[in-house]
């Protein structure tokens, strides 16, 4: 039994520790380059921010009619998920968020 195990001990012995940093070396990477992107994203939305924001103050929602009213134009109503996609685009952030099926 235990010469069957001498060559994977060895091996382990020998090679274990390339395994481990190269693993750690992965995570290390996938890590830093979630980072990266979660940065990206939160630059776009501030960057987008003051080009939504005068279209999301001057809307007001209905929650009796759950439709959402904009004060720029006369009567103009829409349901809240068309704001939503309005205000993201506007925004320039749109592609962040994946949109549900229409």
């Not at 940065?39 to 939305?45: E, F, T, V």
């Not at 809240?80 to 952030?93: D, I, L, M």
């Amino acid at each position: 039994m235990a010469a069957a195990t001498l060559p994977w001990f060895a091996f382990f012995a020998l090679f274990g520790p390339v395994i481990w940093l190269v693993l750690a070396g992965c995570d290390a990477l996938v890590l830093m380059l979630v980072g990266l992107r979660r940065r990206r994203d939160r630059a776009q939305i501030r960057a987008g921010v003051a080009r939504a924001y005068p279209l999301w103050r001057d809307a007001w929602y209905c929650y009796r009619c759950d439709v959402v009213w904009r004060r720029e134009e006369e009567a103009a109503f829409m349901s809240p998920a068309r704001f939503q996609r309005e205000v993201w685009a506007r925004g320039g952030y749109d592609d962040l968020i994946p949109l549900p099926p229409r």
